[in-house]
């Protein structure tokens, strides 16, 4: 893991973390929210049943399905936040995010969060709805219409 300092500076440019106190990203990096991925392991697996909530800090991540996994729906680099609708509307996983470079992943497993102090808990719901939000518009966007 790289030291603190260094990994300060990178949650300074990626805004999921900009309202965290020095010390919360103290605490997270403290208490094991950071993982580092190998190129080709995953991070997600369709069908999979867990909450955790992902924001890749340093890699880059390709998002597939079961029926084409060769295949890429997307590419995710630092600052994009997946998982997302499994940790709020705890629902199965739709997709596998596998990993395209060695990759550092913040993570936050819903036992994780239960134990965060109240600040951090509101910021982090603050920017899950924010997404959410952000994913519903540009959802109502490609269809024409209300989502």
Same mark, same amino acid.
């Given at each position: 893991?790289?030291?603190?300092?260094?990994?300060?500076?990178?949650?300074?440019?990626?805004?999921?973390?900009?309202?965290?106190?020095?010390?919360?990203?103290?605490?997270?990096?403290?208490?094991?929210?950071?993982?580092?991925?190998?190129?080709?392991?995953?991070?997600?697996?369709?069908?999979?049943?867990?909450?955790?909530? /992902?924001?890749?800090?340093?890699? #880059?991540? $390709? @998002?597939?399905? *079961?029926?084409?996994?060769?295949?890429? +729906?997307? &590419?995710?680099?630092?600052?994009?936040?997946?998982?997302?609708?499994?940790?709020?509307?705890?629902?199965?996983?739709?997709?596998?995010?596998?990993?395209?470079?060695?990759?550092?992943?913040?993570?936050?497993?819903?036992?994780? /969060?239960?134990?965060?102090?109240? #600040?951090? $808990? @509101?910021?982090? *719901?603050?920017?899950?709805?924010?997404? +959410?939000? &952000?994913?519903?518009?540009?959802?109502?966007?490609?269809?024409?219409?209300?989502?």
């Amino acid at each position: 893991m790289e030291p603190f300092a260094t990994l300060k500076n990178r949650l300074a440019g990626i805004p999921f973390f900009g309202e965290f106190t020095v010390e919360e990203m103290q605490h997270v990096y403290n208490n094991g929210f950071f993982k580092l991925v190998q190129p080709g392991e995953f991070i997600i697996r369709e069908g999979g049943v867990d909450r955790t909530l /992902f924001v890749l800090v340093r890699g #880059e991540v $390709k @998002v597939t399905k *079961q029926n084409d996994p060769a295949g890429r +729906l997307a &590419t995710l680099y630092p600052g994009d936040i997946f998982g997302e609708i499994a940790f709020v509307a705890r629902q199965m996983r739709t997709t596998n995010v596998i990993a395209l470079a060695e990759s550092m992943v913040f993570q936050l497993e819903e036992k994780h /969060f239960s134990i965060l102090p109240p #600040e951090m $808990k @509101v910021k982090i *719901q603050h920017q899950a709805v924010r997404l +959410l939000m &952000t994913r519903l518009e540009a959802l109502k966007k490609a269809t024409g219409g209300e989502a």
